[in-house]
């Protein structure tokens, strides 16, 4: 085993890195893979604790599922599950040095565990787990160059002509079952992704370029013109999307693929070919006829044979995961697009004669669902618990957006939520969904999914609240800004508009800016310590381009450097091989000087260059810059927020539309205030609470309607006040106590409000759950509340975690040196 070479999934919260043998700190690593992982599917919570044995045998886990796991690190069975009663994020695990010994500490304690290894090794030995991998390959270039022809037939189906890829297609190109030189037996899957190349497109599919094993540059081997339109760009785009990935990714192979050859063959020589295979770092060039089938064998077993196994994440599963995940697919193969989790596991079970009660299986077929969720199968939508089979449906919506966006009439580059909610803009009726209903449910994620990515912005006006996309603007600026001061000038590889249109959007978000006017690839903002800073982007080849710093004589240094370490930042984020060069200015004139001449003079040691025009004297040096690392850190936790918020306000538009409701406030209406205040603040996370004032219409019979809500609502708070308990509490809290009675995933949650006497004694039933006091300010007690009803730890708690480890993991250190 070598180091850093296994990763433990859990649902929802990301992945937990475990170092080797020896050296049992964990990292709490959200969505992060190393290289030659391996990915084990058990769980179904949050992972909280891990450790090697001294021998490097078996791995210990424990979850917030409330399950001990045994894993054996020859083949990463899964050779003993033990369960606790309450596993809480402060617990941990620790084998004995010499002995067969196993320490588990909970909230109840530590409790010490014999391990008889000759009986793990027998369970190990018959490899009740199912291993799996997952690798991808995707199709891109230019529209109308002949790929999704050529990725139908390479998924075994028959040719036949297509229009336009929109959005995206996932085939399956091939399964097979493998025995590793270890002994293994492995299922290994591979998917083809047909990415739509129009320029429309290009935002959306750079969320698609993750984890790529082999990529196929597809161009049109007619073209008199330009043979070579988008191999450029795409080249940068997986160049970029491979950075980040990190160094640890899969390894990327890349093959330069000739489409449509059957007319007229290529257009290009041979050795242009060649030339743009070693300019690009293609690994090879192949020359296709989809409709003929020529070369096409051979791009089969190119891509085949470049696949790196040995690289490429083995996922350690039960069989009833496998089995899950075949049943979702054969589910997407039948055509099936948008379905709840209820609908899909009852399906499970009646098509599989699964015997284990639903309720027993839930965890498990969310966990599973999550993992498909994370290769691109299906999406899970933030409310409803529906699932979206065909996420690809998302890339078509997000699209025709955007382009609705850039068709404004006045070139605002705005389309008007209620307009984007209701699905009344332009769109294909072939790519929309036939179902009001469904589509109804799609548009709020298809919202979502555009303030999550920062690819479009909410803004709120006196009619409206409109959503703004700031690539999307036509209007040019009247005029070019005047810059007195020193301008930055960066280059950059990657797609322009993303990264632009997330700028843009950030910084309209960081409140230490606000959004001025905005124009076609260029944008204003005013500073909160007054002057005006913006940037203007251009393109000046395919995928490379250059951002422009400008800003006005009253924005002081400290406002303009601020805003040129923020854009630093984002660049270094979401771009690639950024060169910084600077415009060196005269301030008498405002000429600027040649850059050849200020890097020459540079060169020779100078720091001054005479102005040609005015013969006034102008600094080549940077003077000594201030220290502006915590305003950019408050800007990003503004822009952060600001977008969570944003997010959470469109999720609760579902929850509301599915009558998904999170929690249950029981309360005395003389406490309406407060609580009304706690409602709010949860709505403010995306959390949709069931309260009598929004959710009872006039007219109905409210004792009705409150027990439906009960009976709706995922978990219950039972709040009590200063006014204690009004006449209709005792009838809610025996509704809440049957209710959680019958199920016991359903919590009830006591809240005690501010103000209420310190001698409150709580009726029976509440005693036995963990109580919450808006009286106390440490921990926070709205966080609380919010762990309660989602079962998600706050994140202090995780902080902690992962700070203790980082801690002791220094400490270890110190002590090795």
Known sequence: MHARDILVQESGHGLIAFTPPGKPEIEIIPFFRFDGASVLEGHTKLVTCARFSPNGEYLASMSMDNTIRIWRCEDWQCVAVLPREEISGRGGLAFHPTKPLLAIKDRNGVDVVRLDHQVLGRIGAARTSRRYANAKIVLVGDTGVGKSGLGLVMSGQPFAPTDSTHGRNVWTFEKSIETTPSGDVQTRETLLWDLAGQPGYRMVHQLHLNEIAVALVVFDARSETDPFAGVQYWSRALAQARRLDGAAAVRLKAFLVAARTDRGGTAVS??????????????GFIETSAKEGWGVDELIRAARGAIDWDAVPVVSSTALFQSIKDFVLEEKR???????????LHSFRRLRQEETPAEHLLDRFTTCLGRLESVGV???MAFGDYVLLRPELLDAYVSSLVQAAKDEPDGLGFVPEADALAGTFRMPESERLTNEQQERILLITVVEELLRREIALKEVTDKEVDLIFPSQFTRERPEAPQVPGQDVVFTFDGDLQ????????????SRLFQRGPMYHNSASYLADAGGTCGIAIREIAEGRGELVLFHDERAQPIVRR??????VEHLEQRAGNVVTRRVRRCRPCNYAIDDEVVQRRLGRGLTTVICQICDGVVSITDADQPDV??????????????RDQDVAA???KGKREAEDYDVFLCHNVKDKTQVLEIARRLEAHGILPWLDVDAIQPGSRWQDEMA??????RSAAVLIGPAGFGPWHDAEMHLINDWSVRDARRRVIPVILDGTDDDLELPGFLRVWSTIDMRMADPDPIEQLIWGITGEQPRWALAALAQDGSRRARQRHRMDR
């Open 629 to 642: 690392r915590p305003a950019v850190a408050e800007m990003n936790a503004n822009a952060n927020a600001q």
């Open 270 to 283: 041979r050795a242009r070919i060649e030339r743009a295979v070693q300019q690009y770092g293609f690994d």
């Open 378 to 380: 299906i999406r899970r």
């Open 708 to 713: 439906k809500g009960i009976e709706k609502s």
């Open 334 to 344: 039948q055509g099936r697009i948008l379905s709840t989790v209820d609908d899909l």
């Open 562 to 567: 601020q805003f040129e370490v923020y854009v």
């Open 498 to 509: 993303s990264i632009y249109s997330t700028l843009a959007v950030r910084l309209s978000h």
């Open 650 to 652: 469109t999720t609760l």
